[in-house]
């Protein structure tokens, strides 16, 4: 049962516009969430985080919403280059007071950035 | 700074074969852990290591066994290679796995015969 989904496998853009990458998580318990990014033969890199006690956050050309109520959250990547060209992995984590650590991921969505 | 150092980057074995994907980090992180990328399933966890000594199971733990005996290194072992384990391999490192991000290695690309 996949308790992350990201339901888009692929998205196209156009440089220069929005790029929303949208991402679904079924446990009331997660309560930190992450978005990775990864280029081919490479390891994800962390890109922008999102603690369950704010409902989004912001990091340049970056920027992560966080709906509870909908179990939801979306990445916006303003204005999108064609070096964001890459894989976005979506993570969720329930901290809670075990605090492991342990990232339940999405099944990743290709963005591509159009010159 | 090397990061997360993962070796080897390719491997090819047969089924019933054994081997061990090493991991090694230098930023003195305590948390370490395994996944696994498929296609189409993102990545999953194999087991994980909150410090020196101590590992656990994770989503996906049934035919790799790993072990922590320093904080540098966490190897993972598959012991009798089956063709289902054939995938890409990310050990990852944080200073304690809480709210610090995962720092990952570039992955060992696995193939089972």
């Known amino acids: 049962d996949q308790q992350v989904k990201q339901n888009s496998p692929s998205l196209s853009v156009q440089e220069g516009r929005i790029s929303i990458l949208n991402c679904d998580y079924t446990?009331?318990?997660?309560?930190?969430f992450l978005w990775y990014k990864k280029y081919p033969a490479e390891g994800p890199t962390f890109l922008i985080s999102?603690?369950?006690?704010?409902d989004k956050n912001e990091d340049g050309r970056f920027t992560v919403f966080l709906n509870k109520s909908a179990k939801h959250l979306s990445l916006h990547i303003v204005p999108s280059q064609p070096g964001d060209s890459a894989v976005y992995f979506c993570a969720a984590s329930a901290l809670g007071s075990s605090n492991t650590g342990k990232l339940i991921f999405g099944q990743g969505t290709t963005l591509q950035v159009k010159p | 700074n090397a990061g997360v150092t993962q070796t080897p980057k390719f491997q090819v074995l047969k089924t019933g074969q054994s081997m061990t994907l090493q991991c090694a980090q230098d930023m003195n992180h305590e948390y370490m852990s395994w996944y696994r990328q498929d296609p189409g399933m993102g990545l999953r966890l194999i087991h994980y290591?909150?410090?020196?000594?101590?590992?656990d199971q994770g989503e996906v733990p049934n035919g790799y066994n790993v072990s922590r005996s320093t904080t540098e290194d966490f190897p993972l072992r598959l012991l009798s290679a089956a063709p289902s384990q054939t995938s890409v391999y990310f050990c990852?490192?944080?200073?304690?796995?809480?709210?610090?991000?995962?720092?990952f290695g570039d992955g060992t690309r696995l193939s089972i015969l």
């Open positions: 990852a490192s944080s200073y304690s796995g809480g709210l610090e991000p995962q720092h």
């Open positions: 446990n009331s318990m997660f309560d930190y």
């Open positions: 999102i603690s369950s006690i704010k």
């Open positions: 290591s909150v410090g020196a000594g101590i590992t």
